[in-house]
């Protein structure tokens, strides 16, 4: 005989086969042990002998700590249950923590088990406090330490200290300094001496400072400026101003060359998926009978024939190259406009309903017999495009 067929009351979910809630492996260990004791009031020593047992069975020491802290938080001393957290686990006796366990679930004890455990919890609290404290120390040295700043400037300075000897001689005899000046160039020395864009802007910076001062002294639109060069007579003043042009034009180049050299940050390329997040077009259309491809197909297509509903226009799109489509906001990019063409149809639901599964060699054959004036297709879609068929 047939098998019968289970009778329902009209509804399929009434009938579905419910999924059984799997344990956890507390789950399957309670089956045994059974479950978490609950305490209401004053216990006795069965009923702590009874938690211990389950506690030790199914916790460690950072279920101990949790449970000390959570302890903490019931009785409104949060900064306390801070520092028992921060407390390193060695610290604590697990025993404690089940106690603390015991009391969020209702347990009092006696007043010798209540001060040992407030014993041990300020205990833990000491350490905490000593780990916090040790911890905000660090915190602080790492604040006080050199910035990246100020290593670039005391980096600049170490490069520049041979400068400032070079300077030192612009007031020295005239043919020692022609000497010295001939033999030392300030762009060589400090390409040679490692010097980047960074350090290259700060000594830049004190030697355009130092230059203004000078300039000052020499035009004589300052007068402290005057009275601070007043050591220098006018050749040296000039050899020093050369020397400070000198330097300038040395870190220009450093500069210039790094910005030459600096590799250009490629620009990460956009996901298809973005691209035509705001792509305008018509999922489907009822009247015609047909269904729109998604958006998504567009991109990395070389071809692709859409309809548009509001002109009764058929189009085809050609990509510009092998790259195949973009998109950008509610225009597909890298289409050859030149090629892109589009035709109306007389009858669009009885032409619309032979051009599908056409192959790619197929519709060609089926567009080019279309008795209707060609005209560009622009590359801009609407609310009444769809997108017909898509050619890899």
């Known amino acids: 005989m047939p098998k019968q067929k289970k009778k329902t009351d009209g509804s399929l ?41 389950y506690y030790n069975y199914h916790s460690n020491v950072k279920d101990a700590k949790k449970y000390l802290a959570e302890y903490l938080v019931e009785r409104n001393r949060t900064d306390d249950s801070k520092m028992v957290k921060a407390c390193p686990d060695v610290f604590v006796l697990p025993t404690y923590g089940w106690l603390a366990r015991m009391a969020v679930k209702g347990a009092e004890f006696e007043e010798t088990v209540q001060e040992k ?60 300094w022609a000497l010295v000046s001939l ?21 830049k910076k004190d030697y355009e400072a130092e230059l203004a001062e000078i300039n000052h002294a020499i035009l004589k639109t300052d007068e402290d400026m005057v009275e601070g060069y007043s050591h220098m007579s006018t050749s040296d003043k000039h050899r020093f101003v050369t020397f400070l042009q000198d330097v300038i034009d040395a870190c220009d180049m450093i500069i210039g060359e790094s910005l ?14 973005k691209q035509v997040a705001k792509l305008k077009y018509s999922p489907k259309n009822d009247d015609l009978g047909i269904v729109s491809e998604k958006p998504l197909s567009l991109i ?6 859409i309809y548009q509903c509001k002109f009764r226009k058929i189009g085809v799109l050609i990509a510009d190259d092998s790259m195949g489509f973009k998109a950008k906001g509610t225009t597909i990019l890298n289409v050859n406009e030149n090629l892109s063409v589009r035709k109306t149809l007389r009858k669009p639901k009885e032409q619309l309903k032979e051009c599908k599964g ?35």
């Open 13 to 53: 979910l009434k009938v579905a086969p419910k999924k059984k809630k799997r344990l956890s492996q507390r789950g399957l260990d309670e089956q045994y042990t059974g479950p978490e004791p609950e305490f209401y009031g004053p216990v006795k020593d069965m009923e702590l002998a009874r938690g211990f047992n």
């Open 358 to 392: 056409l192959s790619k060699t197929k519709f060609d054959k089926w567009f080019t017999g279309i008795n209707a004036v060609e005209t560009r297709l622009t590359p801009r879609f609407g609310d009444d495009t769809v997108i017909l068929k898509v050619f890899k």
């Open 117 to 176: 455990l407030d014993r041990h919890v300020d205990y833990l609290c000491t350490h905490g406090f000593n780990k916090l404290e040790k911890r905000d120390e660090k915190k602080e040295e790492r604040q006080v330490g050199p910035t990246i700043q100020d290593r670039v400037k005391e980096q600049a300075w170490d490069i520049g200290a041979e400068l400032e000897k070079w300077k030192d001689m612009c007031t020295s005899n005239e043919s020692t």
């Open 260 to 273: 030459a050299n600096r590799k250009q940050r490629t620009k990460k390329p956009r996901s298809a998926e």
């Open 300 to 305: 990395g297509a070389t071809a692709a024939v």
């Open 183 to 203: 033999q030392n160039k300030p762009l060589e020395y400090l390409r040679g001496n490692n010097c980047n864009q960074a350090h290259a802007r700060v000594i």
